[in-house]
């Protein structure tokens, strides 16, 4: 069975500092992953997906994330934090069970970024 | 319009009442999702649409969760006999087509609480 894994259910940074949010993923086969942010009472937003392609993946409001094979990893980073960064953020591997395709998700990190 | 909606938007509902959820997904998606996410933890899939047809709907809970999508397009998640446990948010997401690299665009959930 395909899951991530999210270390880190809270992460605090200073604005302007590094975000580093880390995902670690489990899969038989070759996953599709992908990183999401929530706001407050609000929908996810696609972050950024790794589909195969290049292994360093860029997304929007400046994030990135790097998929590691060897490491089973696709952590999230972030060269300097924004206070509006502040939010959680979601794992998600592309699952294929019970005949169809859908998410599996991780447990979340709740971003705080100090000002 | 542009991005999927839900209504209502915030639902309280008496133990043993029914609810009605409903989804307007992004105009020509195939596929429709419904999730669950229970307070501080992530997404949990519920059913899957491609078009009328509900293909999977492995993630329900019980017999008392039911979903369809009669033409397509707009989506109802009902719920009878509503207890404590079905409190949380029922995310609904769309995408363009049916592959596991499909970006699943969601949105706002609707914020069910069982009194």
């Known amino acids: 069975a395909q899951s991530v894994t999210q270390l880190g259910s809270h992460v605090s940074v200073s604005e302007g500092a590094l975000v580093l949010l880390r995902c670690n993923y489990s899969?038989?086969?070759?996953?599709?992953l992908f990183w999401y942010v929530q706001y407050p009472n609000q929908g996810l937003q696609l972050l950024l997906k790794y589909t195969s392609a290049a292994t360093l993946v860029k997304g929007i409001n400046g994030f990135e994330a790097e998929f590691k094979k060897s490491e089973t990893s696709f952590h999230l980073t972030k060269p300097s934090a924004h206070m509006s960064d502040a939010a959680e953020y979601f794992c998600a591997v592309s699952a294929f069970t019970s005949g169809t395709y859908k998410y599996i998700f991780g447990t979340g990190t709740r971003l705080k970024v100090l000002a | 319009g542009a991005g999927v909606s839900q209504s209502p938007r915030y639902k309280v509902a008496k133990r043993g009442q029914d609810v009605a959820l409903r989804c307007d997904p992004i105009s020509g998606h195939v596929s429709l999702f419904w999730y669950q996410q229970a307070l501080g933890q992530g997404p949990e899939f519920l059913t899957y649409f491609q078009n009328e047809a509900q293909l999977d709907k492995s993630g329900l809970p019980s017999d008392r969760f039911f979903a369809e999508r009669p033409e397509g397009s707009v989506s109802t998640l009902k719920i009878q006999r509503t207890q404590q446990e079905d409190s949380a948010v029922y995310l609904c997401?769309?995408?363009?087509?049916?592959?596991?690299?499909?970006?699943?665009?969601f949105g706002p959930g609707t914020r069910l609480t069982v009194l």
């Open positions: 997401a769309s995408s363009l087509g049916l592959g596991n690299t499909d970006t699943q665009y």
């Open positions: 899969s038989s086969v070759p996953p599709y």
